[in-house]
C-alpha cells in the first residue's frame, strides 16, 4: 500500500526557513519521481517543485525558484523541501506526491503524479 506522510509545516514569521518530510513507503522509493505542490482555499493546487528519479534532476515553481530546495534521500524513502526567506504568500497546505515519470517537461503536471500525501499546513505571517 502506496503512502506518502508529510510533516514539518507549522506556523513562521516571514523571513523565516522551515523544512518539510515527507517519508514514503509501500513502493521502490528510488525509482519514482517525487514532487511538492501547494494548495490555498479557492485555488487550484500549484507545483512548487520536483525531483526526477531518473536523471537526479530538480525542477521549480517560479515563485519559489531561488528560495526552496527539494532534496531526496533514497536509502531512507525521504524527500525534503528546504523553505528559506518565507512570504506571506507561501501560506498553503503542501502536499507531496509520487509518479512514476521522469520528464523533465512532465514534472510540474499534478496529472502524472499518481500518489498523494495528507499534506501539512504552512502558515506564515507578516
Known amino acids: 500500500q502506496v503512502q506518502l506522510v508529510e510533516s514539518g509545516g507549522g506556523l513562521v514569521q516571514a523571513g523565516d526557513s522551515l523544512r518539510l518530510s515527507c517519508v514514503a513507503s509501500?513502493?521502490?522509493?528510488?525509482?519514482?519521481?517525487m514532487g511538492w505542490f501547494r494548495q490555498v482555499p479557492g485555488k487550484e493546487r500549484e507545483f512548487v517543485a520536483a525531483?526526477?528519479?531518473?536523471?537526479?534532476?530538480?525542477f521549480y515553481g517560479a515563485s519559489v525558484k531561488g528560495r526552496f530546495t527539494i532534496s531526496r534521500d533514497n536509502a531512507k524513502s525521504t524527500v525534503y523541501l528546504e523553505m528559506n526567506s518565507l512570504k506571506s504568500e507561501d501560506t498553503a497546505v503542501y502536499y507531496c506526491?509520487?509518479?512514476?515519470?521522469?520528464?523533465?517537461?512532465?514534472?510540474?503536471?499534478?496529472?502524472?503524479?499518481?500518489?498523494w500525501g495528507q499534506g501539512t499546513q504552512v502558515t506564515v505571517s507578516s
Open positions: 506526491a509520487a509518479s512514476r515519470s521522469y520528464y523533465y517537461s512532465h514534472l510540474s503536471r499534478r496529472t502524472i503524479y499518481a500518489s
Open positions: 509501500g513502493f521502490t522509493f528510488s525509482s519514482y519521481s
Open positions: 525531483a526526477a528519479w531518473v536523471s537526479g534532476a530538480t
